[in-house]
């Protein structure tokens, strides 16, 4: 939040002589008659039924539920013409008011799921940015605050970046600025009351892709933030009109607003304190009408009631890809997880929109533990040149901005997001994925931490593309270098639980942040094309030379490939015990990245030599039979009639959906030397690897299971020698 010095506070209270009078204060001054339901229509508010304007003594509705019609909208003028009437204000240089502490339950617990993996190490194979640009930089658009609060979403043509209190729209195919910066206010010139005299950020953008339309919003309010204001763009061309819209939410300070798209309403949560802004009320959801808020008509949002003190923030589930959910299905809330849960709770606004709304819990699947970060201070996070008093927040008390759903062809539910821990003494990304988080039942399908290093890394947001590859961004610091802009992460056919992929820089800053109340933003944003569902749009905060109030901000794109080329082939053996061998057989399309998993490609295998039955099967999805080996998952079991120590078995790997050349992949196995003594014995364990058509070798070869960077007994599988054009 930006909080405004009490100077140009009563200034601007002063100044604000075109006031609005809200629903609220007809309804506190007994204006619920049909008169005054007449008044409301002739100010261009929804009429709405007596019922429905008794808000919580409406016994359809879930009890403090609330339905309040925007107290004012319009359509603008082109904002390519309004930018150039809007004349900022010259505020002070300030620094963003702190958010105010959360208290919750959480109990700290050793983190089980922190990953370790070698593989991102050793071969990182994430792909490197595409476009890679400066965004809006300090003193920013309408005030000389900090941080930014970066934020932004790409459409059909165009990228719009929002920050603390300006935002600028671009060219999608070339970065170059097509509108801005510009005042946020400037979207609400001639709209009067405190959507246009005092806004005070917290800003959010989204892009409706069911309608190709954008949406944008911040709070206002005369001495705390009791308003959101919203608008709509009337095309999917956001340098034109806009329909704007304000709502009063009450006299509490209203803070962190988060809004999400989703075929029936736009929601929205927040978290609430009293007015003073000293003690915590509780996380709020809110639902506005999409439906007449995309034809500039007048709209109410419904709000429920605050789930009270002891909750932790939420937030709601955003829509990504171009499939709906079911029809009908709820919105999906998640709380920040201090329970040891992730609590899902269903908001749903009834047909026709503010039909009694309810909000209720759905289910609470097991969340992994973790230790919270920042909890004493929030200078927790160093910087070079910045660690004790100028080191920044990690903000690790909440979910950060976006909760992505996204729906597959095959049925699936994917609901990905993240939040910031304490891992091994460093800020780590623990990052999840909800599936069936609409009907039930809800579960974490996988769920990690991501802290493959001693290097800090928080302030993450997580998306997922059309093809189920998900990514991350984030910033990452220490006490030896600067803030920087990363990513990570991981192809749907890698192993469940890794960012294996890797990790690449967006931009590296060249200075650190002093001051501004340790403050590092409040949340950053990575978005997915909607043309092609698979660029991923990244935009964060960095300093450019250390000090204070002079934070920049970068754009810039990436995206995993979409035809895979050359698959790298290795497999890992364990003996399976009475007679039988399991081989796991990963296929990536990613070159020389050792031992993925593979459930998406169809594999067409030969088996030969040694006494097993030949055969060919396709394998699709990890399942299929054919002649004596079985499939489960990844796994392929395979009888080993008579089989005698150092038996070789063969596997020759005649297409991959066209990803390996026409050339086949021979893989033979050898029971090899487990124990390291130089010889192989009875029940040793190992393997050596031979490749033809990609002319790719290996020999003794064994995995450091235990991450200690030797290979002890037992050890299986760590390469040793490889050569060829396959790694």
Same mark, same amino acid.
């Given at each position: 939040?930006?909080?405004?010095?009490?100077?140009?506070?009563?200034k601007m209270?002063n100044?604000?002589?075109f006031?609005?009078?809200?629903?609220r204060t007809f309804?506190?001054?007994?204006?619920?008659?049909? %008169?005054?339901?007449?008044?409301?229509t002739a100010?261009g508010?929804?009429?709405?039924t007596?019922?429905?304007?008794q808000?919580?003594?409406?016994?359809?509705?879930?009890?403090g $539920?609330?339905?309040i019609?925007?107290y004012?909208?319009?359509?603008?003028r082109?904002?390519r013409?309004?930018?150039?009437?809007?004349?900022?204000? $010259?505020?002070?240089q300030?620094e963003?008011?702190?958010?105010?502490?959360? %208290?919750?339950?959480?109990?700290?617990?050793?983190?089980?799921?922190?990953?370790?993996?070698?593989?991102?190490?050793?071969?990182p194979?994430i792909?490197?940015?595409?476009l890679?640009?400066?965004?809006?930089?300090f003193?920013?658009?309408?005030?000389?605050?900090?941080?930014p609060?970066?934020d932004?979403?790409?459409g059909?043509t165009?990228?719009?970046?929002?920050?603390? #209190?300006?935002f600028?729209?671009f060219?999608?195919?070339?970065?170059?600025s097509?509108?801005g910066?510009s005042?946020?206010a400037s979207v609400?010139t001639?709209?009067?009351g405190?959507?246009?005299s005092?806004?005070?950020?917290?800003?959010?953008?989204?892009y409706?892709?069911l309608?190709?339309r954008?949406?944008?919003?911040?709070f206002?309010?005369?001495?705390?933030?009791?308003d959101?204001?919203?608008?709509?763009?009337?095309?999917?061309?956001a340098?034109?009109?806009?329909f704007?819209?304000?709502?009063?939410?009450?006299t509490?300070f209203?803070?962190?607003p988060?809004?999400?798209?989703?075929p029936?309403?736009?929601?929205? %949560?927040?978290?609430?304190?009293?007015?003073a802004?000293?003690?915590?009320l509780?996380?709020?959801a809110?639902?506005?009408?999409?439906t007449?808020?995309?034809?500039?008509n007048?709209?109410?949002?419904?709000?429920?009631?605050?789930?009270g003190?002891?909750?932790?923030?939420m937030l709601?589930a955003?829509l990504?890809g171009? !499939?709906?959910?079911?029809a009908?299905a709820?919105n999906?809330f998640?709380?920040?997880?201090s329970?040891?849960?992730?609590?899902v709770?269903?908001?749903?606004?009834g047909s026709?929109f503010?039909?009694?709304?309810t909000?209720?819990?759905?289910?609470?699947p %097991?969340?992994?533990a973790?230790?919270?970060?920042?909890?004493?201070?929030?200078?927790?996070?160093?910087?070079?040149?910045g660690?004790?008093?100028?080191a920044?927040?990690?903000?690790?008390?909440?979910?950060?901005h976006?909760? $992505?759903?996204?729906k597959?062809?095959?049925?699936h #539910?994917?609901?990905?997001?993240n939040?910031t821990?304490?891992?091994?003494s460093?800020?780590?990304?623990?990052?999840?994925e909800?599936?069936?988080?609409?009907?039930?039942?809800?579960t974490v399908f996988?769920?990690?931490?991501?802290?493959?290093?001693?290097?800090?890394r928080?302030m993450?947001s997580?998306?997922m593309?059309?093809?189920g590859n998900?990514?991350i961004?984030?910033?990452?610091?220490?006490?030896?270098?600067n803030?920087q802009?990363?990513?990570?992460?991981?192809?749907a056919?890698?192993?469940?639980?890794?960012?294996?992929?890797?990790?690449?820089?967006?931009?590296?800053g060249?200075?650190?942040?002093?001051? !501004?109340?340790n403050?590092?933003g409040d949340?950053?944003a990575?978005s997915?094309?909607?043309v092609d569902?698979?660029?991923?749009?990244?935009?964060?905060?960095y300093?450019a030379?250390t000090?204070?109030?002079?934070w920049r !901000?970068?754009?810039?794109?990436?995206?995993?490939?979409?035809?895979?080329?050359?698959?790298?082939?290795?497999?890992?053996?364990?003996h399976?015990g009475?007679?039988?061998f399991?081989?796991?057989?990963?296929l990536?399309g990613?070159?020389?990245? #050792?031992?993925?998993?593979s459930?998406t490609?169809n594999i067409?295998l030969?088996f030969?030599?040694?006494?097993?039955?030949?055969?060919?099967? !396709?394998v699709s999805?990890g399942?299929?039979?054919?002649?004596?080996?079985t499939?489960?998952?990844?796994?392929m079991t395979?009888?080993?009639?008579?089989?005698?120590?150092?038996?070789t078995?063969t596997?020759?790997v005649n297409?991959?959906n066209?990803?390996?050349p026409?050339?086949?992949?021979?893989?033979s196995?050898?029971?090899?030397?487990?124990?390291?003594?130089?010889t192989?014995?009875?029940?040793d364990?190992g393997?050596t690897?031979?490749?033809s058509g990609?002319?790719?070798?290996?020999?003794?070869?064994r995995e450091?299971?235990?991450v200690?960077?030797?290979?002890?007994?037992?050890?299986?599988?760590?390469?040793?020698?490889?050569?060829?054009?396959?790694?």
């Amino acid at each position: 939040m930006n909080a405004q010095t009490k100077e140009s506070q009563n200034k601007m209270k002063n100044s604000n002589k075109f006031r609005f009078v809200s629903f609220r204060t007809f309804l506190a001054a007994g204006f619920c008659s049909g %008169a005054a339901l007449l008044v409301l229509t002739a100010l261009g508010v929804i009429p709405i039924t007596a019922a429905m304007a008794q808000g919580s003594k409406n016994p359809s509705l879930q009890k403090g $539920a609330q339905l309040i019609p925007s107290y004012h909208n319009d359509l603008s003028r082109p904002l390519r013409d309004l930018v150039k009437e809007w004349k900022p204000d $010259a505020r002070q240089q300030r620094e963003a008011a702190e958010n105010p502490h959360i %208290a919750n339950d959480h109990v700290d617990g050793p983190d089980p799921v922190i990953e370790k993996s070698w593989l991102n190490k050793l071969a990182p194979h994430i792909p490197a940015p595409i476009l890679n640009f400066d965004g809006i930089p300090f003193p920013g658009v309408g005030c000389s605050c900090a941080p930014p609060d970066t934020d932004g979403a790409v459409g059909s043509t165009q990228f719009l970046q929002i920050v603390n #209190e300006g935002f600028q729209v671009f060219d999608k195919a070339t970065g170059n600025s097509l509108l801005g910066p510009s005042g946020i206010a400037s979207v609400w010139t001639g709209f009067g009351g405190v959507c246009q005299s005092n806004g005070d950020g917290d800003p959010i953008a989204l892009y409706d892709q069911l309608a190709n339309r954008w949406i944008i919003s911040q709070f206002a309010g005369t001495s705390v933030p009791t308003d959101e204001c919203v608008a709509v763009s009337q095309t999917s061309d956001a340098t034109g009109a806009w329909f704007r819209y304000g709502f009063h939410l009450g006299t509490n300070f209203f803070d962190y607003p988060k809004l999400a798209v989703w075929p029936d309403a736009y929601y929205m %949560a927040m978290n609430v304190f009293n007015t003073a802004g000293t003690s915590f009320l509780g996380p709020q959801a809110f639902a506005m009408d999409r439906t007449n808020m995309l034809l500039g008509n007048a709209a109410t949002i419904i709000s429920m009631p605050l789930l009270g003190s002891s909750f932790p923030p939420m937030l709601p589930a955003n829509l990504d890809g171009s !499939t709906l959910p079911p029809a009908g299905a709820p919105n999906s809330f998640v709380l920040f997880p201090s329970s040891g849960t992730y609590r899902v709770y269903h908001f749903s606004v009834g047909s026709p929109f503010g039909t009694s709304p309810t909000f209720t819990l759905f289910q609470a699947p %097991a969340a992994a533990a973790f230790t919270q970060l920042c909890t004493a201070t929030r200078a927790c996070v160093p910087q070079l040149g910045g660690t004790g008093s100028n080191a920044v927040d990690g903000i690790g008390d909440r979910l950060m901005h976006r909760l $992505a759903y996204r729906k597959f062809s095959d049925g699936h #539910e994917s609901l990905v997001g993240n939040f910031t821990v304490s891992a091994s003494s460093v800020a780590g990304i623990r990052w999840f994925e909800l599936r069936g988080v609409t009907s039930g039942p809800v579960t974490v399908f996988q769920e990690s931490t991501y802290q493959p290093d001693t290097t800090w890394r928080w302030m993450g947001s997580a998306a997922m593309d059309g093809a189920g590859n998900l990514a991350i961004g984030f910033s990452a610091s220490s006490a030896t270098i600067n803030p920087q802009i990363r990513y990570a992460g991981r192809l749907a056919t890698d192993p469940l639980n890794a960012l294996s992929q890797g990790e690449a820089h967006l931009f590296d800053g060249t200075g650190s942040q002093t001051g !501004t109340g340790n403050r590092w933003g409040d949340y950053s944003a990575l978005s997915i094309d909607p043309v092609d569902d698979s660029t991923f749009w990244y935009t964060q905060e960095y300093y450019a030379s250390t000090g204070t109030f002079n934070w920049r !901000t970068r754009i810039g794109t990436f995206k995993f490939p979409t035809t895979p080329a050359l698959a790298s082939v290795v497999s890992r053996l364990t003996h399976g015990g009475a007679g039988t061998f399991d081989v796991n057989m990963p296929l990536t399309g990613t070159p020389g990245v #050792e031992d993925r998993l593979s459930s998406t490609y169809n594999i067409v295998l030969t088996f030969t030599n040694g006494p097993i039955t030949s055969g060919t099967a !396709t394998v699709s999805a990890g399942t299929g039979t054919a002649g004596s080996p079985t499939f489960s998952g990844n796994t392929m079991t395979v009888p080993l009639t008579g089989v005698g120590n150092a038996q070789t078995l063969t596997l020759t790997v005649n297409n991959v959906n066209g990803l390996l050349p026409t050339a086949s992949v021979n893989l033979s196995f050898l029971i090899g030397d487990t124990t390291a003594d130089g010889t192989v014995n009875a029940g040793d364990i190992g393997q050596t690897k031979s490749q033809s058509g990609n002319a790719v070798t290996a020999s003794n070869f064994r995995e450091d299971v235990t991450v200690d960077g030797s290979i002890n007994a037992g050890d299986i599988g760590l390469v040793k020698s490889e050569s060829g054009t396959g790694l």
